[in-house]
């Protein structure tokens, strides 16, 4: 039975885990390379911004069933199970950038020669299929001189979502457990019987490399999704009086289908699925198969960049000259995150007019102005965005822009006008000035008939 759980790299998954264990029942010491976030932490805040996760650290530093450290030593002498959470980034060529997780490897092995105990390893990094069998069990007993038996190794994928990290932690519609032997999967198996205990999730238990395909087969899966319900918005836009949400609904109701991820917009950003996509497209080449499926749903993803570039056009006349108000720059609501952020996509497509760009994002203006320095103007309040605009876009739909009516826009803007990219107004509230929104047939043709 394994109670001291080790974690390394505390980012967007890490963190949120290790505080999760430290908060039931398990001694948990986190490890992160990064001496300015170890320090950050030790103090109680997070670098990151996640439902509920800094009372969760505050908590159980306090409780002391959580410690962070820089040293793996430290590490793998205090745990007996550790979770690899390091970061898998691209490569330009969109294959993964497996540096990190072979780094963390190395050092876990070269420390576990020195360290005689049973030690298990899961790698819950996004890798491709293929890596836990091959390349990390090699780098493992090469640098450790152990014998599987002597250690053990499962590849665990997550499912987190960006914002909701804790929640889905603790309350996951699966766990995928792909280990490499019995022993391995029989102590995984236990954490989590321990962790969930009456409401124990479904488990699948499969080999390292069926895991592998399932964790890239469902971000595939769902940023496919995405792109088909775009690729239906794109068409409503051209039929008068048609609706994607009203498609979106109507699909939806099909149990088989589901309506979660049929929200048209501008499209699927953040830190996995841009980066899962290519991996996986990038794998199929690498296995002599071309994904013409997968192709098409990037292709998809970007037109939706130029699809609200033109709609913009259309609805002012024009850009150049104009003042455009960009609500929202995060990848999506709830998270401070920009990475791959289509806002900011859309910020940097419509920078190529000679345009003026005002931004307002509640939690992602600092990260936001790392990418588009001193291009645009940063606002504190809506209001201030909005002030003396040409084109309002909402490009993130955060809760609190919902409250965005048309005298509002009227009091503030030199010309009203709003484009919906998330599709978060109903168009009937603003009748009274110029308003387009993804995936809406245009509204002077809403008399003619089809
Ligand atoms: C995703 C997966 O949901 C999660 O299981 C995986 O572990 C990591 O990747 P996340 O990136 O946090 O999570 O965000 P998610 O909520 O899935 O949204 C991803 C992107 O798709 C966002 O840019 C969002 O705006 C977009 N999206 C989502 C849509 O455009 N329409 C939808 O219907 C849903």
Redesign the pocket.
């Known amino acids: 039975m394994i109670n001291r759980i080790g974690v390394v790299g505390l980012g967007y998954v890490g963190l949120p885990l290790a505080c999760a264990f430290a908060s039931k029942f398990f001694k948990v010491i986190g490890l992160d390379t990064d001496s300015e976030k170890i320090e950050l932490i030790k103090k109680g805040e997070t670098p990151i911004h996640e439902e509920g996760l800094q009372e969760l650290l505050k908590k159980v530093l306090e409780e002391g069933s959580l410690k962070v450290t820089s040293s793996y030593r430290e590490m793998i002498e205090e745990s007996d199970a550790c979770f690899v959470c390091v970061g898998t980034p691209s490569n330009p060529d969109g294959s993964v950038d497996l540096r990190y997780i072979k780094e963390a490897v190395e050092i876990i092995g070269e420390t576990l020669r020195w360290v005689d105990k049973y030690f298990l390893l899961i790698i819950r990094s996004t890798i491709p299929p293929g890596t836990t069998s091959n390349l990390i069990k090699n780098i493992l007993e090469e640098r450790s001189g152990k014998k599987l038996g002597q250690y053990g190794l499962c590849f665990n994928p997550?499912?987190?979502?960006?914002?909701?990290a804790l929640h889905?932690i603790f309350n996951p519609d699966r766990i995928i457990i792909g280990a490499i032997d019995e022993k391995s999967r029989e102590l995984l198996l236990d954490i989590y019987k321990r962790f969930h205990g009456e409401s124990m999730p479904p488990v699948l238990i499969t080999s390292p490399i069926n895991a592998e395909l399932i964790k890239y087969a469902?971000?595939v899966f769902?940023?496919t999704?995405?792109s088909f319900?775009?690729m239906i918005s794109q068409l409503c836009q051209r039929l008068p009086n048609a609706d994607v949400k009203v498609v979106a609904d109507g699909i939806g109701m099909d149990k088989r289908i589901g309506r979660?991820?049929?929200?048209?917009?501008?499209?699927?950003?953040?830190?996995?699925?841009p980066k899962?996509v290519k991996a996986f497209l990038k794998f199929g080449e690498e296995m002599g198969l071309r994904l013409k499926l997968v192709e098409s749903i990037i292709e998809i993803n970007e037109s939706q960049i130029e699809n609200a570039v033109k709609l913009a056009k259309e609805l002012v006349g024009g850009l150049n000259g104009k003042r455009i108000s960009i609500l929202g720059l995060a990848?999506?609501p709830g998270?401070d995150d920009v990475r791959?952020?289509?806002a900011i996509r859309l910020i940097e497509e419509l920078l190529k007019y000679d345009v003026e760009i005002r931004v307002h994002d509640p939690k992602a203006l600092e990260k936001a102005k790392k990418i588009l320095g001193d291009g645009v103007t940063y606002c504190k309040t809506i209001e201030e965005c909005l002030t003396s605009s040409d084109l309002c876009i909402l490009a993130?739909?955060w809760p609190e822009y919902k409250e965005l009516n048309q005298e509002l826009l009227r009091k503030y803007m030199r010309n009203p006008a709003l484009l919906d990219c998330?599709r978060l107004y109903d168009p009937e509230g603003f009748k009274e000035i110029k308003f387009a929104a993804i995936g809406l047939g245009l509204r002077e043709m809403k008399s003619m008939r089809v």
């Open positions: 997550e499912f987190l979502r960006e914002g909701r889905d469902s971000n769902l940023a999704k995405i319900i775009n979660e991820f049929l929200d048209a917009g501008l499209g699927w950003g953040g830190s996995c699925f899962d990848f999506k998270t791959e952020s289509r993130t739909e998330r």
